[in-house]
């Protein structure tokens, strides 16, 4: 079985620009969240995704978005980026109920200039 | 903010000792994960643990859970140096107004362990 894959493993961006990441998630998973991990803060929840719906959300700026496809990918935003947004960007499936163990994929590094 | 904190934030052994890394955390859970990473990769799961379980083993591994305390350990036996990497536990509580079906985990900051052949 196919593990978490997420695309582009590396990026470099400009401030101000956006960028846009994709997951697809191990097959037959509904559920898919993000992370963002970086030195200062450690790992951090940005949002889940189920059936195309975000169920739940974490402390971060309207620049981040993301979506889910009706076939479970998912794909997150950041629009106007800044510097402190150069972080290793986690995606993340698992079955939908709580008790499932959540599965990662490499992550894809973004680094702002 | 993180739920779980975890000690020590770094720990360095010889190959073939047992390493030992601590969680605690701070709300009511309903499962602990154990994850390693290693440098620049993605997190792999090693071990879930309930919040009505008290202790579980796979392999090389063993994780405790008190909820009376709120943490968790997890040991190494026999470590090798491919055991070097960074180690995070991750609780899973559901938010308040979840339906049940949606949930995410808070991760502590992490051990960095380094086995020395």
């Keep these: 079985k196919a593990g978490v894959t997420q695309t582009p493993r590396y990026l470099i961006k400009t401030r101000g620009q956006q960028v846009t990441l994709s997951c697809s998630p191990i097959s037959g998973h509904r559920s898919v969240s993000w992370y963002q991990q970086t030195p200062g803060q450690g790992l951090q929840f940005l949002f889940e995704y189920f059936s195309e719906t975000q169920r739940n959300k974490g402390n971060f700026p309207g620049r981040f978005s993301g979506r889910q496809f009706s076939n479970s990918r998912s794909e997150m935003n950041v629009s106007t980026l ?3 947004d150069s972080a290793l960007y986690l995606c993340a499936s698992s079955l939908v109920h709580s008790g499932n163990t959540i599965y990662f994929g490499e992550g894809s590094w973004l680094t702002v200039v | 903010s993180q739920q779980g904190e975890e000690d020590p934030q770094a720990l360095s052994i ?4 047992n390493a030992t890394m601590n969680c605690s955390y701070k709300t009511s859970i ?3 994960q154990w994850y390693r990473q290693n440098s620049g990769r993605g997190l792999v799961h090693l071990i879930l643990i309930r ?3 008290r202790e579980k083993h796979s392999g090389r ?3 405790t859970l008190d909820t009376s305390k709120k943490s968790s350990s997890l040991l190494i036996t026999a470590s090798r140096a491919a055991d070097t ?5 991750a609780t899973d509580s559901l938010p308040v107004n979840s339906g049940g079906s949606n949930y995410k ?3 502590g900051k992490g051990t960095l362990l380094t086995v020395n052949p």
């Design chain 2, 85 to 89: 990497a960074s180690y995070f536990c």
């Design chain 2, 51 to 53: 919040s009505n379980e």
């Design chain 2, 105 to 107: 985990l808070t991760f």
């Design chain 2, 61 to 63: 591994l063993r994780v």
């Design chain 2, 30 to 32: 309903n499962n602990l």
């Design chain 2, 14 to 17: 010889q190959e073939g000792e």
């Design chain 1, 82 to 84: 800044e510097l402190g």
